[in-house]
């Protein structure tokens, strides 16, 4: 089935310690996302590629970057956690940005916590 | 700018009872609206979504919502609850032309013997 895939499912990191969280599809799409949800919070983009093309959150902290290699994978790295960054990441992806077919796709998360 | 707002953070209904999430919207476009459901430590999976077609949309496990522009709404309905629908509901509107989802606050449906 194609999908997309997140690992870990959950992951522990120290304060400070730069963590990478991974993100992978089969679905072939344009666009990949990160969000990030809070406890009994709404997701909140972070920023999304459309193909190469990085756009990043006016909002996103300096601290959240990502890579995307190629078509399949797209990583989220966190150069210096905080203990307010403890959350659920969600990669998401859509065909295209814009339009009615453009639904947007969501893996099962990773659960970041931050001692 | 686009927005979204749920009323009701929590609902509890019975089994088999009448399922209502509300949802109201405010976009100076003709808005794609969106429901998703995620069940705990899980990703978000589409309920339904709203492209301008039909008002009435039907969804997966039953639901369906109802697009009424004159009520800027877009509530979720189910006719008969069951127990596997305990979950977190999100509505969600997209900037069209960019495909940004702004969520509502989500509702957390409980579902009761």
């Known amino acids: 089935d194609a999908m997309v895939i997140q690992n870990p499912r959950y992951q522990v990191t120290q304060f400070g310690k730069p963590v990478t969280l991974s993100c992978s599809q089969t679905?072939?799409?344009?666009?990949m996302y990160w969000y990030q949800q809070k406890s009994s919070q709404a997701p909140k983009l972070l920023f999304h590629?459309?193909?190469?093309?990085?756009?990043n959150e006016a909002d996103t902290p300096d601290n959240f970057q990502s890579r995307r290699p190629n078509t399949s994978f797209c990583f989220l790295d966190i150069r210096s956690p905080g203990l307010g960054d403890a959350a659920m990441y969600l990669c998401?992806?859509?065909?295209?940005?814009?339009?009615?077919?453009?639904?947007?796709?969501f893996g099962p998360g990773t659960r970041l916590t931050v001692l | 700018a686009q927005s979204v707002t749920q009323l009701g953070s929590h609902v509890s209904v019975s089994e088999g009872a009448l399922v209502l999430l509300r949802c109201n919207y405010s976009s100076s476009v003709p808005p794609y609206l969106f429901w998703y459901v995620q069940y705990p430590n899980q990703g978000l999976q589409l309920l339904l979504k709203y492209t301008s077609a039909a008002t009435l949309v039907k969804g997966i496990n039953g639901f369906e919502a109802e697009f009424k522009k004159s009520e800027t709404s877009f509530h979720l309905t189910k006719p008969s609850a069951h127990m596997s629908d305990a979950a977190e509901y999100f509505c969600a509107v997209t900037l069209g032309g960019y495909n940004k989802l702004i969520f509502g606050a989500g509702t957390r449906l409980a579902v009761h013997p």
């Open positions: 679905l072939n799409h344009n666009v």
């Open positions: 998401a992806t859509s065909r295209d940005r814009g339009g009615s077919t453009d639904t947007q796709y």
């Open positions: 590629y459309y193909d190469k093309d990085f756009n």
